[in-house]
């Protein structure tokens, strides 16, 4: 072998373990930093050919680390969670030092093979270094199936969708210190199920899947009141997000689960009054529904009939679907199928990879952007109970 051959080589297996031919070229590669996500497991919740089950698992709070294209479970801690509601049941202060995790159900007391609603919000003490576990500090009660929840930039309110009492919890926070000062009564059947701070905290947005309606809430301090503007966007709205930059919303209408497509809708709040200005078709059941980093693209899981039986004519496989923001419309721009019953997902900081909870394999799946395209990288992290809600810590 000429010098020359032997040089070409070392460069083709440096370029091939570092993905790229950049090495050659004398441009050292920068590996990806690592990244941490903190992510939710129901114990109870399972899934066998489409009937709902009720699991002899714990659930738990499991700290996801990505290093070098890996997964792998870093830290877990037991502590009372849900899979019912929207994927949104985790809310992490500005700094990492804190976060609230909502259950909206629990393991029925007086029957361990059932499962009864709750209205828990514990509060969760973060090392941002990661030397030690998240540690159970505090509790606090809200209303029956406390869903999803929020907290606002200046890290001194919370906000928590009470799905099955149909109210709105206002939490102020100091420190370590979590406590309920306020309550907005939404109605009976409104079904409040997440609730999502505009960047500047002075309004909120509520999905109500149980009347139909986005709510729109102004914030004043600690004190919380209902707009009179109200939003459609589509059957039972559910999952919810608000851009990096506070322009937009977007929220996935859950449709009747009956093997219809159902759809997702993009919200202009910069508009006077803001209003629903597009929506599109994505397939049966949109879950969770997320904002990239930059604030360019939408995600969302999408379960397409992975929840049906085998033999029912709706069956199918998840899928997850990435859509761009152009010109205030939504455009499909890529998708992925792939797992069961899909729940929560989060993008790594550079937004060029996104975790999928896929929550009847009780798995969190990596996906990769790819030219414009999404690829599923294989790797995978296994948990014992069903993957509900995640999201990006450090």
Known sequence: ???????????????????TLAACAGTPVAPRPTAYFLSVQDGRAGLVDGKPVVRNAGDTLAVVELADGRLRVAQQIDMPTSLVGPPSSIAIAPGGRLALVSAATRR?????????????????????????????????HTGAGASGISINRAGTLALVANRTEGSVSVLAI????????????????SGPAHVAFTPDGRRALVSRDGDNRVSLLAIDGRSVTLDQREL????????????????WAAVTNLGAGQGDADTISLIDLRAQPPRVVDTVTVGQTPEGIFFSPDGRSVGVTVIDGSNKPQASAFHGTARYRLFSLEGGRLRPAAQLSGGQWLQGHAFTPDGSAVLVQDAAN????????????L????????????????????
């Open 232 to 247: 459609y966007a589509g059957l039972r709205p559910y999952g919810l997000d608000v851009s990096p930059d506070g322009a």
């Open 1 to 19: 072998m000429t010098n020359a051959q032997s040089f070409f080589l070392r460069c083709t297996l440096a370029a091939a373990a570092a993905g």
């Open 174 to 189: 100091d420190g370590e210190q979590v406590q309920a000062v306020g309550k907005l009564q939404l109605g009976d059947k």
């Open 108 to 140: 029925d007391p007086s029957d361990a093979t059932k499962v009864a609603t709750f209205d828990l919000v514990s509060v969760v003490a973060l090392d941002p270094s990661g030397g030690t576990a998240p540690r159970v500090i505090g509790n606090v």
């Open 362 to 373: 009780r798995q969190i799946r990596l996906y990769r952007k790819v030219g414009g395209t």
């Open 375 to 394: 690829a599923d990288s294989g790797e995978r992290v296994q948990l014992d109970g069903a993957p509900a809600a995640l999201k990006l810590w450090r």
